[in-house]
């Protein structure tokens, strides 16, 4: 599977957008991106996956490069239960989801 | 649905003792996995399940043992625990094996002396 590079950490206002970068630039064709967060010690949380297309949910966007080696998830109204940890995956159909998480990013969200 | 739960939330072991981590989920998903995650670290794969009776290895197996006899379950065994195996570890299914949500459980602590 494809590594993927984030940003150690950011910061957001409440309420204001948060965007957050991942670069897969080794991205092979059949490989889909995953978006997963970790709130203080929980088990991770799904969030939102694409393969080519940009694509929506009630969480979270994600917006992905047409050549396909970067992506950002945006959140379009941060809140402080969105400081967590977030992880950027890259992940075949068959590697029996088999989520390879790397540091991911910390994102921490301001009053 | 109680989704994916694990056992026990808490466990302080000594070297050399052996334990089960114990993962269910009622949601009829055929794959589980096994993950640790040590302090400011991502989770690493230790064993994963495509199905009851099929189980196989992930990114670090060494000292941990699986079995999956049926789809609700998936223990994890510690053979004879070290300090190393000091850890977070966290259980996972989904339902299929391609484009699927995969659903954690809250994991384990587990203390190695």
């Known amino acids: 599977d494809a590594k993927t590079t984030q940003p150690t950490s950011m910061d957001c206002a409440e309420g204001r957008a948060a965007n957050l970068p991942c670069n897969h630039s080794t991205i092979s064709g059949n490989e889909y991106v995953y978006w997963y967060r970790q709130i203080h010690s929980q088990g991770p949380q799904y969030i939102i996956h694409g393969l080519k297309n940009n694509e929506t949910n009630e969480m979270a966007s994600l917006i992905i490069t047409e050549d396909r080696k970067s992506s950002t998830l945006i959140l379009p109204h941060a809140t402080l239960r969105d400081t967590a940890v977030y992880y950027c995956i890259v992940m075949d159909g068959t590697s029996y989801g088999k989520l390879t998480f790397g540091q991911g990013t910390i994102l921490t969200v301001h009053p | 649905n109680a989704g994916v739960t694990q056992t026990p939330k808490f466990q302080v072991l000594k070297t050399g003792q052996s334990m089960t981590l114990q993962c269910a989920q009622d949601?009829?998903?055929?794959?589980m996995s096994w993950y640790r995650q040590d302090p400011g670290m991502g989770l690493r794969l230790i064993h994963y399940s495509v199905g009851a009776g099929i189980t196989d290895q992930g990114e670090v197996p060494n000292g941990y043992n699986v079995s999956r006899s049926t789809t609700e379950d998936f223990p994890l065994r510690l053979l004879s625990a070290a300090p190393s195996q000091t850890s977070v570890y966290f259980c996972?299914?989904?339902?299929?094996?391609?484009?699927?949500?995969?659903?954690f459980g809250p994991g384990t602590r587990l203390l190695v002396l």
């Open positions: 949601m009829n998903h055929e794959y």
């Open positions: 996972a299914s989904r339902r299929g094996t391609f484009s699927e949500t995969q659903y």
